[in-house]
Every structure is written in structure tokens, then in C-alpha cells.
């Protein structure tokens, strides 16, 4: 660390440190630390609250990674969030680039209205979205009446429970999504676009030169961020639809909640919660692979 | 821009204009929910404002003492949490950013690691902890376990790091311990940072579910969004108080919301990706 030199003119602070150090250590090993290495040491036994547990080795692994409830729920997690992380960022895209243009006074109000859903608890806005889709008094059905269109029953059918879940999800993290790429675009300097300008592009031929390239590293951000908060949800299936109809609607979390309020053993579960932390690692680190494989060009 | 033409304009308000109000109507539509009649809620044909308008939901709400009560827990918790939470994080953040010490290194990374464990890895032995600590059905359960955070840590230290050294190294030669350096400069100089962190431990706390249904079973602990829970599995048929309890347990937030936006806004910054 380059700020070291200067600051080891003077004595080192041991005590002090330690003293201000120790409530985050302390608590972070009482409340992180220790149930993390608890959890790695269950997974490898055949553990439950009413009996002797018993070491299994890689069993439960071996379990869950054969029971096709868990992996039909990782596929569900991936489904879901292939639903809303690509719509969510090319809607906040698109909206940001219109915000970025207007008069500040009314942005400031834009920006500020945008953001409230992302306050908004996930069972508050469970309870608005299946008012939303009920079959008889509820507004999307309403609005399908417009256009002739029958009755959909959102939530109960195969086919549209899943999206019926993803709107939610985009609606609360869109206000957020669209803030960070606001900011990012107002981190390009608009001598790009002067310039552009002179030499006869057009908007098209701006936003594919000069935009894209410059939010690459912005997009990127909200894109791993995005996959891996979306494949963890699951407040959203568990109010809305308790994982239904069959159970198209169980993400990997959810799978991982049932089990430990249904089964008597719950190595499986945490053996699953683990494996679902390296899924979830690797499609990270693949995204990154993936996008970072250009150079990102500097702003 | 100078550049658009007035058409221009106008089509970029409207649009701005209609997204704003698709963003917010969900929100806006169950507040107003919770004034209709109790057999309206669900009545077809679809109708957005009430026939008449009713405040009886809400009374009727804001008369069941559990609901009021859990609101009343669930902020003092909320407020406490993050309280909490600012002084662990903050005082490390300054250690961090600023201090010499033994084993700097490895304490530093024994922090940050625990930024990268999935809470619902540790769910259920967090769980097994705190029984094991008799915590349970206690409002320490609900408070304690989240408030140390290596994010919020490591937010901190990146503001702190940014603060001139000249500022304290005047304090320091006229012989200001470092404590007193961390509380006279450092923390009158937080509120930016403090204000993000502290709405974010809020919400977090807030709009917890998971863990309170967990811990907690007594009534007189029972968190908002726990209650709002058992209320619509319970008390299915009373939609229109779920829709006067579900807005008034936004409402608290969205006014703290209001009352820090321009510093939340203004702190959502990416330069730190670049």
C-alpha cells in the first residue's frame, strides 16, 4: 500500500487497532466464521436435530447432485433469471438514455420516483403482484379484456407462472439498474458525441460506437451482479406461488428453504446450499470470461 | 442538450413521465386499495379508485395491536441495527484504512473472506448457533448476527481513504490519540457515507423475512414483514386490510427514502468500477 509510508512515521497502534478492531472480528467469527466451517463439517455428515449423526463422506453430494429436483431448480433459477436480467438492463438502458436528456430539474424527480420500488420489501410486492394477476378482479386480465383476449390464470399455469414471477423481479430492481447506468452514461464526456456529431453519425451509429463500448464495464457490473442476486431469489416464488404449479416455480434457494423445514436430515440441504455457491461462482466468473475477453476500452 | 428539438423534448418527458408512473402505480394501486369497500377488493370488473372511499381498512389495521406493535419493533430494531452496524463497521473501516499493526494483512483477509459466504449456506447453522446461545425469540437475534458486515466495511474504508492525511496529521503532532482522531476528524466527516450504510442496514433489517420466522415465534417480537406473512396465509379472506397493511409498511420507509434521497441518489456512483 502506497499510503503506508507516511503513515508509518509514526508508531504502530496495536492496541488501538485490536480494541476497534474486535467487535467485527468477534462478531463476524460468532455469526459468519463458525457457522461456515459448522456447515462444510454437516454436509459431510448424515446429521439431523434427533439423532447421533454419522460421517457420510461426499454422500450427500452425491445425493444432491443425482436428485432432479435440485437440478430442475437450478435450470429454474437459470430460466428465471435469463428472463430478468437481460429485459431489466435493456429496459434500464433505454430509459437512462431518455433520463439522460432531460432538464435536471425533472430528472431529479424521474430518478427519485424510479427508485422507490427498490425500497420495497420482496412480500410487499409479492402481495401487490398476485392481486395484480388474480383471475377474476385482477389488473393484467383486465387489461387483456381490452384487447379481447380470455382470461390467463398467471400464476396457476405452467406455461406463465415463471414469467408471471420475473415482472415482479424486474420492477424492483429496475430503479436501481437504471440509477448506475444513468450515472454511467454521464461519465462519457459529451465531446465524444460533439465529435461524433461532426463526422455525420447518426444515433444509431453513436449508441453501437460510443456508448456500448464505454458502458462495458458498467454493464458487465450489473450483469454478474444481476445473474447472481436473480438465481439466489426466492421470495418472490415462496409468497407468490410456494414454488408451484407442480414445481416450476422452485428456484434453488426455495429448494433449499423446503428442505430445512421439511426433512429431518439436513446435511442434503447444506450440501446443496454449498454446491449452489460454486454454481453460482463459476457462472460469475464465466460471464466475466466471456465479456472481459475484449479488452475494455477506457473512458 | 441544445441539441433537441422541441419535439424532441416533449417526447422524452412523456416517455419519462409514463415509466415513473408505471414504476410507481403497483405501489400507488394497493395504497388506494386498502380504501375500498371489503367485497370491492376483489369484485370484477376491474376499477382502480374505490366507489367510495373507506378508511376503514386502515382503522381497522391500525386497531389490531400486532400489526402496530410489530411496526413499532421492527423500527426500533431497524434504527438500532444500524446504528450498530455504523459503529462495528465504521471503527474497523478507520483501523483499516489508517492504523499499523501486527498480523494487518491477516486480519484483513480473514474479514473480507466472510463478504463471500451465501447466507443460505449458513442459514440453518446460524440458526443452530443462536439456539445453541439461547438467543432465540429475543430481539439480540434479530439485531446481533447481521450487524457486523464486511461490505459495509469495506464501503467505509473506501471513503475513508479519500479523506487527505494532512487532516489528521496536525492532530496527530499536537499528540490526539488515534481513537480521538477517529471521532473528532474522521466521523464528523462521515455523514455521506454513513447515510448510505445506515439506509442500507435499515432496509435490510426492514424488510427481513426469513430469519424472524425462524427466531422468533413470540407475538410481541413478531417483525412487519413476519406479520404481513401469517396475516395473508391466516386471514386470507380480509384482503383489503392486506392491502392497508402492505402500504402502511412501505410507508416508513419510502418517507425515510424521501427524506435522504439527494444523498442516496447522489451516492450511487460507479467510478470505483473503472
Redesign the interface.
Known amino acids: 500500500m502506497a499510503k503506508s509510508s507516511s503513515v508509518s512515521k509514526f508508531k504502530q497502534d496495536n492496541k488501538t487497532a485490536y480494541l476497534l478492531l474486535a467487535p467485527i472480528v468477534i462478531l463476524l467469527t460468532i455469526f459468519v466464521v463458525v457457522p461456515f466451517f459448522y456447515a462444510l463439517v454437516v454436509s459431510f455428515y448424515d446429521w439431523s436435530f434427533y439423532q447421533e449423526s454419522k460421517f457420510v463422506g461426499f454422500r450427500n453430494y452425491y445425493l444432491v447432485l443425482t436428485d432432479d429436483l435440485f437440478l430442475e431448480s437450478v435450470w429454474t433459477g437459470l430460466k428465471f433469471a435469463l428472463m430478468v436480467v437481460p429485459s431489466m438492463l435493456v429496459l434500464s438502458f433505454l430509459f437512462a438514455s431518455v433520463v439522460k436528456n432531460l432538464s435536471p430539474r425533472f430528472s431529479g424527480f424521474v430518478k427519485t420516483s424510479v427508485y422507490i420500488p427498490t425500497i420495497i420489501s420482496g412480500i410487499v410486492a409479492s402481495v401487490i403482484f398476485v392481486f395484480i394477476y388474480d383471475y377474476t378482479a385482477g389488473l393484467a386480465n383486465y387489461i387483456l379484456g381490452w384487447f379481447g383476449v380470455e382470461p390467463i390464470a398467471w400464476l396457476a399455469d405452467v406455461r406463465t407462472a415463471l414469467p408471471s414471477i420475473a415482472v415482479p423481479a424486474v420492477w424492483l430492481g429496475f430503479g436501481l439498474t437504471s440509477l448506475i447506468m444513468l450515472s454511467g452514461l454521464h461519465d462519457i464526456p459529451e465531446s465524444y458525441y460533439e465529435a461524433a456529431e461532426l463526422e455525420g453519425a447518426g444515433t444509431w451509429a453513436k449508441m453501437r460506437h460510443i456508448t456500448i463500448p464505454l458502458m462495458r464495464n458498467v454493464i458487465l457490473y450489473l450483469l454478474v451482479t444481476g445473474f447472481t442476486a436473480q438465481i439466489s431469489q426466492f421470495e418472490l416464488s415462496l409468497v407468490m406461488t410456494n414454488g408451484g404449479p407442480l414445481s416450476e416455480t422452485v428456484t434453488p434457494n426455495l429448494y433449499i428453504l423446503n428442505h430445512f423445514r421439511n426433512d429431518v436430515m439436513v446435511g442434503n440441504s447444506i450440501a446443496a446450499s454449498l454446491l449452489l455457491f460454486v454454481v453460482l461462482g463459476s457462472i460469475s466468473a464465466i460471464i466475466f470470461r466471456v465479456l472481459n475477453s475484449e479488452k475494455a476500452i477506457d473512458g | ?1 441544445n ?2 428539438t422541441r419535439t ?2 416533449s417526447i ?2 412523456t ?3 409514463a ?2 408512473l408505471v ?2 402505480f ?2 400507488l ?2 395504497a388506494i ?1 386498502g380504501f375500498k369497500e371489503r367485497s370491492e ?6 376499477r382502480f379508485f374505490p366507489k367510495r372511499w373507506l378508511v376503514q381498512n386502515y382503522t381497522d389495521i391500525l386497531g389490531d395491536w400486532t400489526f402496530v406493535q410489530s411496526m413499532l419493533v421492527t423500527f426500533g430494531g431497524a434504527v438500532l441495527f444500524a446504528a450498530l452496524s455504523l ?3 465504521a ?2 473501516a ?2 483499516f484504512a ?5 498480523f ?1 494483512g491477516l ?1 484483513w483477509v ?2 473480507i473472506t ?1 463478504m463471500f ?2 447466507g ?7 440458526f ?2 443462536v439456539n445453541k446461545m439461547g438467543m432465540l425469540d429475543t430481539l439480540a437475534v434479530l439485531v ?5 458486515s ?1 461490505g459495509h ?1 469495506f464501503f467505509i474504508r473506501q471513503f475513508y ?1 479519500n479523506i487527505p ?1 494532512a487532516l489528521e496529521e496536525a492532530a ?1 503532532i499536537d499528540g490526539a ?3 480521538r482522531i ?1 471521532t473528532s476528524v474522521f466521523l464528523p466527516m462521515s455523514f455521506p457515507v454513513f447515510v448510505i450504510v445506515g439506509i442500507g442496514s435499515y ?1 435490510a433489517f ?2 427481513s ?2 430469519w424472524p420466522t425462524m427466531t422468533i415465534t413470540n407475538p410481541h417480537l413478531f417483525q412487519i ?1 413476519q406479520y ?2 401469517t396475516f ?1 396465509s391466516e386471514r386470507s379472506t380480509e ?1 383489503g386490510m ?2 392497508a397493511g ?1 402500504a402502511l ?2 410507508l416508513p ?2 418517507i425515510l ?2 427524506i435522504f ?1 439527494r444523498h ?2 447522489s451516492g ?4 470505483g ?2
Do not use: C, E, H
Open positions: 442538450m441539441t433537441l424532441q423534448k422524452i418527458t416517455i419519462s413521465a415509466v415513473t414504476a410507481l403497483p405501489l394501486w394497493v386499495a377488493v376483489l369484485a370484477t370488473p376491474f459503529a462495528v463497521n471503527s474497523a478507520y483501523v489508517r492504523l499499523d499493526f501486527k494487518k486480519m480473514y474479514v466472510t459466504v451465501p443460505m449456506a449458513i442459514l440453518l447453522t446460524s443452530i448457533v446481533l448476527p447481521g450487524v457486523a464486511a466495511m481513504l492525511l496527530l490519540g488515534r481513537a477517529f432496509l426492514w424488510n423475512f426469513v414483514m404481513l406473512y395473508r384482503m392486506l392491502m402492505s409498511s412501505a420507509t419510502v427514502f424521501l434521497q442516496i441518489i450511487i456512483k460507479i467510478s468500477l473503472k
